[in-house]
């Protein structure tokens, strides 16, 4: 039972949509993480927290923007997304950044339409 | 640019059968993840390699770390369905802030 949890698990939107994907994990981690894995691509790091603080910011663009208002909550809103933004979205924490080891949610599959 | 390789991305094997998967990686990192996904699911833990020369072994699967040849290996002994799944590696640069880089993983499928 993963303490990394995604809501909703699967979500089809429209290029003119705005919606919201939630990530709480349950572990009392520091930071927390933002990952997007599409078919083809290594997994790509979008977003880094610590403390509620984003120290990462991976070139992601601003159609995609990460709010993170503790250190248990992390939300990705969306809006005017592209087809190509279709992949497999995940949440992971750690304890401290780097030297812990990752703990991933269940991820959220969209599908841009 | 920080690559992280994997080889090879696909294997097919029989029950029984023995491999190694490899991850090499282009900068220096002391540290190494192993990570395995299965089908339309989340990555699980599997090994955290600190150090050089670090070993790690549960069950059939056993991972390995040379920092000085920037090379993990991952050894499956006498492979069984169950294993059969995807690998990821993924490096901490030591110079690279505090994040993971991953390497684009080794689908394994183990046929009875």
């Known amino acids: 039972e993963t303490g990394v949890t995604q809501t909703p698990r699967h979500l089809v939107m429209g290029m003119t949509n705005k919606k919201s994907l939630k990530c709480e994990q349950h572990l009392g981690h520091n930071a927390m993480y933002w990952y997007k894995q599409s078919a083809k691509k290594p997994l790509e790091l979008m977003f880094v927290y610590n403390f509620k603080e984003q120290t990462e910011n991976n070139s992601v663009p601003s159609r995609f923007s990460p709010e993170c208002p503790n250190s248990s909550h992390l939300f990705l809103h969306l809006h005017t997304l592209q087809p190509e933004d279709s992949a497999l979205y995940l949440c992971?924490?750690?304890?401290?950044?780097?030297?812990?080891?990752?703990?991933f949610g269940p991820g959220t599959r969209l599908l841009v339409l | 640019e920080l690559k992280v390789e994997q080889n090879p991305l696909f294997l097919s094997m029989q029950e029984g059968k023995n491999y190694t998967i490899y991850c090499n990686y282009s900068t220096t990192s002391d540290r190494l993840y192993w990570y395995r996904q299965d089908p339309g699911k989340s990555l699980e833990s599997l090994f955290v390699?600190?150090?050089?020369?670090a070993v790690k072994q549960e069950g059939r699967l056993m991972a390995s770390l040379d920092t000085k040849a920037r090379l993990s290996t991952l050894h499956i002994t006498a492979a069984v369905h169950d294993l059969s799944a995807t690998y990821f590696c993924?490096?901490?640069?030591?110079?690279?802030?505090?994040?993971?880089?991953f390497g684009p993983g080794t689908r394994l499928s183990v046929l009875p």
């Open positions: 993924a490096v901490v640069p030591n110079n690279y802030g505090q994040n993971f880089v």
């Open positions: 992971a924490s750690s304890q401290d950044l780097g030297n812990a080891d990752q703990y």
């Open positions: 390699l600190l150090s050089n020369g």
